[in-house]
C-alpha cells in the first residue's frame, strides 16, 4: 500500500447524495456531506498496519487498522461496523464494513500513482470519488 502513501483531494464526486440516501442518512447531513471536499491522508506504518485520516471543514476522521484483520468501526456517519481492509491486488484497496446496511468501499490507483478511484458501493447504489495526490 506504500503507493497509497501521501495526501490525496477528491476532484469529483458521482452519485454521493443516492448512495448516502441507501446509508439511511438524513438530508441535512447529506447537504452537508456533499457540500465538503474532503482531503485523504493515507499512512503506512510497517507490518500492514495503516491509519487513513479522512479531513473536512466538517470533521476529521482517523481509521486505523491492519491488512486483513477484522476491527470494530465507528463509521462517518455513525454506524456501528465490523470492518476488514485487505489489498486485493496491487494498487487495490477494499476495505468491507459488515453492519447495517453492508458497505463496500474500493480504492483502485491509477497506473500513474498521481489518483486513485474510490468506489462506494451499499444497497445496489454506486457512488465514484476520484482523488489526485496533493
Not at 26 to 44: E, G, M, N, W, Y
Not at 68 to 73: G, I, L, S, T, V
Not at 86 to 107: C, D, F, N, S, W
Not at 108 to 129: I, N, S, W, Y
Request: charged share 25%; aromatic share 8%.
Amino acid at each position: 500500500m506504500s503507493t497509497f502513501e501521501g495526501k490525496w483531494q477528491m476532484t469529483s464526486s458521482e452519485n454521493f447524495d443516492a448512495y448516502m440516501k441507501a446509508l439511511g442518512t438524513s438530508f441535512l447531513v447529506r447537504k452537508a456531506a456533499a457540500a465538503a471536499t474532503p482531503v485523504q491522508d493515507i499512512r503506512c506504518h510497517g507490518n500492514g498496519r495503516y491509519t487513513i485520516v479522512t479531513i473536512t471543514s466538517i470533521k476529521t476522521i482517523e481509521l486505523n487498522f491492519t491488512l486483513d484483520e477484522e476491527f470494530d468501526e465507528t463509521t462517518a456517519d455513525g454506524r456501528q461496523a465490523k470492518s476488514v481492509v485487505t489489498m486485493a491486488t496491487p494498487g487495490k484497496l477494499v476495505h468491507q464494513q459488515r453492519g447495517q446496511p453492508e458497505v463496500i468501499i474500493t480504492r483502485q490507483l491509477e497506473p500513474d500513482g498521481q489518483g486513485f478511484v474510490m468506489t462506494l458501493e451499499c444497497k445496489g447504489v454506486t457512488c465514484v470519488r476520484r482523488y489526485k495526490r496533493m
